[in-house]
């Protein structure tokens, strides 16, 4: 049997005798412990890839939190609020130059390389580093494959009346 600690005593009318506590150890110290920049990171893209269901022209679309954001800005920045148009176009351009550094910088790592599929003879290896190399290439030159499925419209997405 585990040992209890006796309860403290009750006067008549339920409270507790003068000294005495009904909460010996109190209310437990909040953590004040700053999370780490890599906790922080990954909590930002847990958020910003939870998905949502709008609707927009009358149809559904699942969208994550960082396209919702972005549309919300957009289309806010298009009907004329100023505010929601910088900010859209500020975060555009922050990741157009994130993406021109990222290019750059493999463009400098492939540079004066000889492509490894050029001394490879067995033809199923050689083909796959003939491709990893090509997409290496189209990723230094901007000519990348797109990695986002759109919104399935061509016209401007209308957000939905409330």
Known sequence: MSQEKP????????????GVSGNPKGRPKKDRRI??????????????EYEMTVTMNGKRHKVNLMQANLLTLAIAGAAGDKAAARSYLAYI????????REMQRLAKRLDGHEP???????????ARL????????AEATGERERTTRGLG?????RWPER
Do not use: S
């Open 130 to 137: 003939k491709e990893a190399w090509h997409r290496a290439v």
């Open 35 to 48: 999370p780490h920049p890599e906790n922080i990171r990954d909590m930002q893209y847990d958020i910003a």
């Open 116 to 126: 490894a599929y050029k001394q490879e003879h067995d033809p199923v290896r050689r």
């Open 7 to 18: 309860k403290p005593e009750r006067r008549a009318n339920g409270t507790f005798k003068e």
């Open 93 to 100: 351009q922050y990741c157009t130059d994130q993406e021109l």
């Open 153 to 157: 419209k061509k016209k401007p997405p």
